[in-house]
Nanobody, 127 residues
């Protein structure tokens, strides 16, 4: 059973940076696409970024493109989300999720394609 744990959240001023980590226990992330999602109070959970199992492809929401970078280290069973130039609108609980599903479309943006989720880590950006 794949279990995911996020870490690295916290309080940061606008313009600052944070690096989130997602580490698996009870299994391996090696063959999974890993996505990052976020949910702000009163809003639906939204896609942020994803990286395929081999790290060959990464995808980003338009709102974070150029500011966030997703990477992975399969040897450490970990995926990272480097967040730079943070804005107040980035404030949310951030979740990582893992999926063995793949198709040629935009599956990586869909919550329902991810059966495994972490508990989330809070990111608060003060303006």
């Amino acid at each position: 059973q794949v279990q995911l744990v996020e870490s690295g959240g916290g309080l940061v001023q606008a313009g600052g940076s944070l690096r989130l980590s997602c580490t698996v226990s009870g299994g391996t992330l090696r063959t999974y696409t890993v996505g990052w999602f976020r949910q702000a109070p009163g809003k639906e959970r939204e896609f942020v970024a994803a990286i395929t199992w081999g790290g060959a492809r990464s995808y980003y929401a338009d709102s974070v493109k150029g500011r966030f970078t997703v990477s992975r280290d399969n040897a450490k069973n970990s995926v990272y989300l480097q967040m730079n130039t943070l804005k107040s609108e980035d404030t949310a609980v951030y979740y990582c999720a893992a999926s063995a599903y793949f198709d040629s479309g935009t599956y990586y943006r869909e919550n329902r394609r991810y059966p495994y989720w972490g508990q989330g880590t809070q990111v608060t950006v003060s303006s």
